[in-house]
């Protein structure tokens, strides 16, 4: 008697066929394409937030200087001098000026930078990304412009009331919003 041997072709189940076939190599590249999308998606949605957290924490960073040089005008009484800070460049108060801060500049520095506009007498941040900010002026350059701004309150004095430095703030140019 003579045995029968093992089929010529076996099925692809018994582990006898060889590679893809090109319905799962087609399977198998849109599968990789959809979970690429999603992951570069995720990453460009991420350097988003990563940049607007880096742009909030110079910006307080900012306003922190200003804050502080207030208090040393009001602490030494040179009061009157605290006009000065709506019209001078506000990253000037720091010891140490943020790593992307380009100086004062006419035009535009490159994206993801700070610099102070002398001729507007606006500290800007030029959007790396912004895919997600939405700008109230509208269509343009994606920039964030930003003013000093000094406030103020009425103070009692003997003679009767007099409008007094209460504080001081960075504040948008223009509205903004970063979803």
């Known amino acids: 008697m003579t045995r029968p041997g093992p089929p010529s072709n076996p099925p692809a189940w018994q582990g006898g066929g060889k590679g893809f076939s ?71 108060w720091l010891d140490d000026k943020p790593p992307n ?18 001729s507007e007498r606006q500290l800007v941040y030029l959007v790396r990304t912004g895919d997600r900010l939405i700008l109230g002026t509208g269509e343009g350059a994606k920039q964030l412009r930003f003013r000093t701004k000094l406030l103020k309150s009425p103070v009692k004095v003997a003679g009767g009331t007099v409008e007094g430095v209460a504080g001081v703030t960075l504040l948008p140019a223009s509205p903004y919003r970063w979803q």
């Open 101 to 118: 801060y380009r100086g004062a500049y006419r035009a535009p520095a490159e994206p993801g930078s700070w610099y102070f506009d002398a």
């Open 22 to 92: 090109l319905f799962e190599l087609i399977v198998v590249i849109i599968v990789a394409s959809v979970l690429a999308t999603v992951l570069l998606n995720r990453l460009a949605y991420y350097q988003g937030l990563a940049e607007k957290a880096a742009m909030e924490s110079t910006l307080r960073t900012i306003k922190t200087g200003l804050q502080i040089r207030l208090a040393e005008l009001i602490v030494t009484q040179k009061q009157a001098q605290a006009g000065q800070l709506e019209i001078e460049d506000p990253v000037r």
